[in-house]
Nanobody
Framework: QVQPVQTGGGSVPAGGSVRISCVVSEYGPSDNCVAWFRQISGKPHEGVGGIFRDSGKSYTADSVQGRAVVSQDTAKKTVYLQMNSLKFEDTAMYYC??????????????????WGQGTQITVTV
């Protein structure tokens, strides 16, 4: 399966905004969404949010609620993660992941299929 390609990110001052793009060329037979994960150095991956391919419905994790926006442009086969009001603790490597997602009792889960190459967001003073 073709790896999603990420662009964007970088160093951003605290309180600022940044957007990461993820071009998805291929979905597997069970994949129905693109999820965003992040990994802070030395810690496990943390779900940030995601969007369902067909419905366009998105979800975000409680930890970034109100500050993260997941959207898509189906014509461009691109999914976006915009992070606003950035905090120092948002510094991490961010990954888009083609996945099979479900929402049960308001809680989303993603079974990862193909990971993007990762994009660093560093929040600065």
């Amino acid at each position: 399966q073709v790896q999603p390609v990420q662009t964007g990110g970088g160093s951003v001052p605290a309180g600022g905004s940044v957007r990461i793009s993820c071009v998805v060329s291929e979905y597997g037979p069970s994949d129905n969404c693109v999820a965003w994960f992040r990994q802070i150095s030395g810690k496990p991956h943390e779900g940030v949010g995601g969007i369902f391919r067909d419905s366009g419905k998105s979800y975000t994790a409680d930890s970034v609620q109100g500050r993260a926006v997941v959207s898509q442009d189906t014509a461009k086969k691109t999914v976006y993660l915009q992070m606003n009001s950035l905090k120092f603790e948002d510094t991490a490597m961010y990954y888009c992941v083609v996945a099979a997602c479900t929402v049960v009792d308001g809680q989303a889960s993603a079974k990862a299929s193909t990971w993007g190459q990762g994009t660093q967001i560093t929040v600065t003073v």
